[in-house]
């Protein structure tokens, strides 16, 4: 019988590998929620004793059916940059989609937006009741077995491939001497064509304008793009080198941002750089849970009826990649917060439900 694995990764060490310098399996540490920099091997970063399972389950299932598919792709973009990659290619955009889903971090997220959920839910229904909402400010509902609930956002997650097989893939390399750093929540997605959208829905990873950026070594970011709505790069080519630091330093605050509590970053690189970066960024500050809710109307009968809803905003950032423009037709154009592909989304869904059932929706 195989020894179980006890030291589960959210972030696997075929992506920790590449961060590492001269044969030695180590990497630069630093817990910003503790303020400590340290020296660690990749087998115990970024991991947590039985994070997903107790049997190995979910830990087996990663490891063959994600990690090992994605790994040749990974490593032979790491060691030729410029080498096209196949349009949609499923075991690289299926670890792109797991990797979102596989940390603390999406955790944080979901608990999030149901703690606001639930927050104004109970408010709202103390108002409609005439009583006091302060009777109500302090219950929340919790799921009663939140590891349960991270396996079941990282198995749907799996069918999110779907929802990524129009967008481009584009490899950044890095030509300047600030490496590139890798955080505990390392797949991040940001919007700059929808920056200034209004509809709650806008952070969507299945919208126009899309970007999805996932660092694979301290010169190598690979980035998924909606080309329908971006220039980005030279045209005809998926290979950009990054010659201004700025830019450089803007992918790296979206790991700042995207981080829970560490970075991960090579052994030659300036300590003080990543300590003054999370010092100046905050923790779990890319994308931010909000809740709301509509005004109370009669139905009748003496009721009063009530919404409670919940979305994500985006950091906001004045500038963007030097190498990013939104296309002049688009431009042109009024913004729209829309699908890219609505017919998939629609499926996508389909399939959750069928697998996963109602609390799939």
Not at 100 to 126: K, W, Y
């Amino acid at each position: 019988m195989d020894e179980l694995t006890k030291n589960q990764h959210f972030v696997p060490r075929l992506l920790l590998r590449h961060f590492t310098t001269g044969g030695a399996e180590e990497v630069q540490i630093f817990d910003s929620t503790r303020n400590r920099v340290r020296s660690s091997s990749i087998r115990r970063v970024l991991s947590r004793n039985y994070f997903y399972d107790d049997d190995n389950t979910v830990e087996d299932f990663l490891a063959e059916k994600i990690e090992s598919p994605a790994a040749t792709a990974i490593n032979a973009i790491v060691a030729d940059p410029s080498r096209a990659i196949e349009p949609g290619l499923p075991a690289l955009l299926t670890f792109v989609a797991v990797q979102m889903a596989r940390t603390p971090g999406t955790q944080s997220q979901a608990l999030g937006l149901i703690d606001g959920f639930s927050s104004v839910f109970f408010e709202q229904l103390a108002e409609l009741n005439g009583h006091p909402t302060e009777w109500m400010r302090n219950l929340k509902w919790r799921p009663t077995d939140e590891r349960a609930m991270r396996n079941q956002l990282l198995m749907r997650s799996t069918l999110n491939r779907w929802l990524l097989e129009d967008l481009s893939w584009h490899v950044l390399s890095n030509g300047t001497e600030l490496p590139f750093v890798i955080s505990d929540h390392p797949a991040v997605h940001y919007n700059w064509y929808l920056r200034d959208c209004d509809d709650l829905s806008y952070t969507g990873i299945t919208k126009r304008g899309v970007q999805i950026f996932l660092p694979l070594s301290p010169s190598i970011t690979l980035a998924l793009i909606d080309k329908s709505v971006y220039k980005f790069g030279e045209k005809g080519s998926s290979h950009t080198v990054l010659s201004d630091k700025r830019d450089i330093e803007l992918l790296n605050s979206l790991q700042f941002r995207s981080r829970q509590d560490f970075v991960v970053f090579p052994s030659a690189m300036d300590v003080g750089y990543v300590q003054r970066s999370c010092a100046e960024i905050p923790a779990s500050s890319l994308m931010i849970a909000r809740a709301g809710k509509t005004d109370p109307v009669s139905i009748g009968g003496g009721k009063l009826s009530s919404s409670v809803y919940v979305w994500r905003t985006q950091a906001r950032y004045e500038q963007w990649l030097s190498m990013c423009k939104i296309k002049r037709q688009v431009s042109k154009r009024s913004v729209e917060c829309r699908d890219r592909r609505p017919e998939t989304v629609v499926a996508q869904m389909a399939a959750a439900r069928n697998l996963f059932g109602a609390s799939a929706s």
